[in-house]
């Protein structure tokens, strides 16, 4: 009998110059429809499909570049923490369920303590539907990079 896929977690931390609150507030807002503008390389389009930017049950589409290809993702946001900057994402469609059985990503930005600036903490849970697929190092290194990339266009912490 082979053995059940179980469910595995990748987690990557990143260190910003904007304030928790400045990156927080582009995750959960219209604003993050300009990350296509911060990481054209990476993103090509963002749009809310239904519902409201930052508002659990929204659905947002996603065409970004992943290992030199093009491809797309809808995402449901299931939970938003404001006093806690912290949104979760269940991807519902797209190239990554090709693959997985169960995607889901929680982003949650902390301020630095003694200094200026954050920490984006990244965790994606899934669930691959065979042990064949690889675990997903280069979809966390991609999150690492936008997160980089959206910083850099936020106005930095004092």
């Known amino acids: 009998m082979a053995n059940p896929i179980q469910k595995s977690k990748l987690e990557a931390d990143v260190e910003i110059q904007a304030s928790a609150e400045q990156f927080y507030h582009m995750l959960v807002s219209y604003k ?15 749009d809310l499909q239904q519902g409201e930017w930052g508002q659990v049950g929204s659905i947002i589409n996603w065409s970004y570049v992943h290992d030199g290809k093009s491809k797309v993702a809808k995402e449901v946001i299931e939970a938003v923490e404001p006093d806690k900057n912290l949104i979760t994402v269940r991807v519902l469609e797209g190239d990554l369920m090709e693959e997985f059985k169960s995607f889901l990503m929680t982003i949650q930005v902390s301020s630095k303590s003694g200094g200026s600036g954050a920490v984006v903490h990244f965790t994606m849970e899934y669930e691959k539907l065979h042990d064949g697929i690889s675990h997903p190092e280069s979809v966390l290194q991609l999150l690492v990079d936008l997160s980089k990339g959206m910083d850099a266009h936020l106005p930095q912490a004092n």
């Open 32 to 46: 993050l429809k300009h990350v296509q503008h911060t990481c054209s390389d990476k993103v090509q389009g963002c």
